[in-house]
């Protein structure tokens, strides 16, 4: 199975602040990579699909790229609402595989 | 609206079945792969297994393969997961998606507990 390696685990951040998630993927998946944001007690939200395209109704301050395996999310303002935790998913191959998750504070 | 509502978690013994329910509304149902996710307390998801629109190819992850069967139900929108051989290790919050993964279920907590 392909391996998602997710960095930080957890991270602390100021209003405003840019935030930057990476994946690691262990072998080429193309672009088919989402990126996820949850919510204690809340199911998980598709952000970003495709790498880098915006899913319909998430703010514009979200973004996604890739190079080669890596794979970044940003928050390029950091507001009260993003504290989450975020995930990667690679959906190239089953068995799908998540990222261990990034917790926002 | 669009959703996905979840049924059928609960407490139960380790060693045995349950069979989880997630019924899709608002949305062609038969156009779309379904999904299952779990959450541990406190940990990360882990993908589960997968469905076709029309039940003719079914994945799993390797943790519950031959343990765990997906249907579906195309007559009443409505897709299923059979846990078979439940351990202590498996007590979660299960998830259903949409094939795309933006239509959630709630979720639903299965607890195996003696």
């Known amino acids: 199975a392909i391996q998602m390696t997710q960095s930080p685990s957890s991270l602390s951040a100021s209003v405003g602040d840019r935030v930057t998630i990476t994946c690691r993927a262990s072998?080429?998946?193309?672009?088919?990579l989402g990126w996820y944001q949850q919510k204690p007690g809340k199911a998980p939200k598709l952000l970003i699909f495709?790498?880098?395209s915006l899913q319909s109704g998430v703010p514009s301050r979200f973004s996604g790229s890739a190079s080669g395996t890596d794979f970044t999310l940003t928050i390029s303002s950091l507001q009260p609402e993003d504290v989450a935790t975020y995930y990667c998913?690679?959906?190239?191959?089953?068995?799908?595989?998540f990222g261990q998750g990034t917790k926002v504070e | 609206q669009v959703q996905l509502v979840q049924s059928g978690g609960g407490v139960v013994q380790p060693g045995r079945s349950l069979r989880l329910s997630c019924a899709a509304s608002?949305?062609?149902?038969?156009?779309?792969?379904m999904h299952w996710v779990r959450q541990p307390p406190g940990k990360g998801l882990e993908w589960v297994a997968m469905?076709?629109?029309?039940?003719?190819?079914?994945y799993y992850a390797d943790s519950v393969k031959g343990r765990f069967t997906v249907s579906r139900d195309n007559s009443k929108n409505t897709v299923y997961l059979h846990m078979n051989s439940l351990s202590a290790e498996e007590t979660a919050v299960y998830y259903c998606?949409?094939?795309?993964?933006?239509?959630w279920g709630q979720g639903t907590l299965v607890t195996v507990s003696s």
């Open positions: 998913l690679q959906d190239y191959n089953y068995p799908w595989t």
């Open positions: 998606a949409r094939g795309d993964m933006r239509i």
């Open positions: 608002g949305f062609s149902f038969t156009s779309f792969a």
């Open positions: 469905i076709l629109y029309d039940g003719s190819n079914k």
């Open positions: 072998q080429d998946i193309r672009d088919d």
């Open positions: 495709a790498a880098s």
